[in-house]
């Protein structure tokens, strides 16, 4: 997907970068989740407006938010540094803020009754159906900002919001037809689907070696800890029954049924004897961690983990992972004892030597040699191959291309109207689709299309009339930045 994702880069930016200033606010996420330095301070100058830390950071944290709207789980942080997202957010966050100048040359302002009517949008701001201060500071609060910096956030967006209304197309009823049959044009092609699983290659042991070789860093041994513990089991307390009673007097709320009713004291009482065994038991663990780390006692095993092999619960692995060598935990539950563990040694990872890692390798490399001759074999076939014969194939037929999967014939019929060579192939993972256009017309008009398509044309309309905006605006207000970019 990353690859794909950097092909189409820059149409996936404008469409997201539109869609922000449309909706700026639309999705109420953690700004802090994806921050980026430190708070506070200035990035830039656009003109006569400074643009803030806090300004950048939540630039980032929509576009990285929106990114995951589209793309789902498989989108992460490091699929975003690949696509520099850091950097992409800083040029639109630059944009923006030439067109905020250009408003402000209008001398278009945002009102309080604007940003009014903006917040009563929120329904995590309303209480009984109406806005509600004191919940809507604490809704900030909880996403740590404040009500000044969420309502400067939204007048810029709502500034945005009235200079793109300056720029609203209605494209005419010609426009309209004649995308409507160019969308949807008809094509009677050839096709021929390639399989890397019919693909036999036996790789030899010096091809898969010298794979290994020239990507060691893919196959590296994982992090070791050496972590010494003690065990100090639980035991019982030979709690009295004032001890108990007393207990139960001031926790009682912890002891439910599954109704979500109070036990009675008799009914709670075997739980109690439980809890207080654990919490005399836990006094004894810490008289054991004092001593140890006074130096008077020592922890009796020792033994050597891989992170991921680590025999404590993953709140208590953590604490091991990220101690500093030399380090004594105090003591946690585990398993019926309280374990008191000491971080000895940590093992870095290191890349694995071939023997170790050939298993691994292998299977990789088998995959990259199909791969490279099924590449072989679509670029010697493309132009001779017969295939199969489809009538009448449009964006729209997925049910045509037989010989794929619905979400991979989408994909091919989205690149086989992209194409502008009558023959051609392409990519599906492990597939190649070759492909040749026989004949070519436009599509029936159909009227029931005319509003799927007047978007379509609005939108590409409306892109390209911000893009030369902000190529004018460029040469009009003077950028001073602070940060270097790759875009």
């Known amino acids: 997907m990353i690859t794909w994702m950097q092909k189409h880069k820059k149409w996936l930016v404008v469409t997201i970068w539109i869609s922000t200033i449309a909706f700026v606010g639309a999705g109420f996420v953690g700004w802090g989740s994806y921050e980026y330095g430190k708070q506070g301070g200035v990035v830039a100058v656009v003109g006569d407006r400074e643009v803030s830390v806090e300004e950048y950071q939540q630039e980032y944290s929509n576009l990285y938010d929106q990114y995951s709207r589209i793309f789902g789980d498989s989108f992460n942080k490091e699929m975003a540094d690949q696509l520099n997202l850091k950097d992409v957010a800083y040029k639109q966050v630059l944009q923006k803020n030439l067109i905020l100048s250009y408003a402000d040359s209008l001398g278009l302002d945002v009102t309080n009754e604007d940003v009014a009517k903006e917040l009563v949008k929120y329904q995590a701001f309303l209480k009984n159906g109406k806005f509600d201060k004191p919940t809507y500071v604490k809704v900030l609060a909880q996403n740590r900002t404040k009500p000044v910096i969420f309502e400067e956030s939204l007048k810029r967006g709502i500034l945005l919001q009235k200079i793109q209304n300056l720029f609203v197309v209605n494209p005419s009823s010609v ?139 993953s709140e208590n692995n953590m604490k091991i992972v990220s101690a500093k060598v030399g380090t004594l935990i105090k003591p ?30 292998s299977v990789v490399y088998d995959e990259v040699a199909k791969n490279k001759k099924l590449n072989e074999l679509a670029k010697k076939e493309v132009s001779t191959f017969k295939g199969t014969n489809i009538k009448k194939v449009t964006r729209e037929s997925v049910d045509k291309i037989t010989a794929l999967n619905p979400q991979e ?40 299309r005319n509003e799927t398509v007047k978007s379509t044309l609005t939108q590409l309309q409306d892109q390209e009339l911000m893009a030369n905006l902000i190529k004018r605006l460029e040469n009009t207000y003077e950028i001073q930045s602070s940060i270097d970019t790759k875009e």
């Open 175 to 313: 426009e309209v037809e004649n995308l409507n049959k160019l969308l949807f044009v008809e094509d009677d092609i050839n096709i021929k689907v390639l399989k890397a699983s019919d693909i036999v290659v036996n790789p030899s042991e010096d091809e898969v070696k010298a794979y290994w070789e020239n990507n060691k860093l893919a196959y590296m041994s994982e992090i070791q800890y050496e972590v010494k513990t003690t065990k100090v089991p639980v035991v019982a307390s030979n709690a009295s029954d004032e001890d108990i009673k007393s207990h139960y007097t001031k926790f009682k709320t912890d002891y439910k049924k599954e109704d979500g009713k109070i036990k009675s004291l008799e009914e709670a009482k075997a739980d109690i004897i439980k809890d207080l065994d654990k919490k005399y038991s836990k006094k004894e663990a810490l008289k054991k961690y004092i001593q140890v780390k006074k130096g008077k006692a020592n922890l009796e095993d020792n033994a050597s983990y891989a992170q991921n092999s680590l025999p404590f619960d």
């Open 409 to 448: 014939a989408a994909k091919f019929l989205n690149e086989l109207f992209s194409a502008t060579n009558k023959e051609g192939l392409v990519n599906l993972d492990n597939k190649i689709v070759l492909f040749r256009v026989n004949a070519s017309k436009l599509g029936e008009y159909s009227e029931s």
């Open 332 to 361: 946690f539950l585990h398993d019926n004892a309280y374990v008191i563990t000491q971080l000895v040694k940590k093992i870095d990872s290191k890349p694995l030597s071939f023997e170790a890692a050939k298993p691994r390798v």
